[in-house]
């Protein structure tokens, strides 16, 4: 029976894993997860309708005579409710 720490033993596991306390692999883990989840949130917020682009189309439109001043307001209150 092998007492101690040594490279195959007790000792190499609990550095990277850990034993009782917080390990070099649960901190890897971890940082690994909140990574994920940053980039799927950034990656989400990036694919989402921006609201200004829709109001700068209608502003084009209103500007070229392509609709009349009230279908302006009404299209305008309308974005601006969303």
């Not at 917020?45 to 279908?71: F, Q």
């Given at each position: 029976?092998?007492?101690?720490?040594?490279?195959?033993?007790?000792?190499?596991?609990?550095?990277?894993?850990?034993?009782?306390?917080?390990?070099?692999?649960?901190?890897?883990?971890?940082?690994?997860?909140?990574?994920?989840?940053?980039?799927?949130?950034?990656?989400?917020?990036?694919?989402?309708p921006?609201?200004?682009?829709?109001?700068?189309?209608?502003?084009?439109?209103?500007?070229?005579?392509?609709?009349?001043?009230?279908?302006?307001?009404?299209?305008?209150?309308?974005?601006?409710?969303?």
């Amino acid at each position: 029976m092998m007492h101690g720490y040594g490279w195959f033993g007790n000792g190499f596991c609990d550095v990277i894993f850990g034993r009782g306390y917080f390990g070099i692999g649960q901190l890897l883990i971890l940082i690994g997860i909140v990574a994920m989840i940053m980039a799927v949130v950034l990656y989400s917020r990036s694919k989402s309708p921006k609201g200004t682009d829709a109001l700068e189309t209608l502003k084009t439109l209103y500007v070229s005579g392509k609709i009349s001043e009230e279908e302006y307001l009404k299209r305008k209150s309308v974005l601006e409710r969303k």
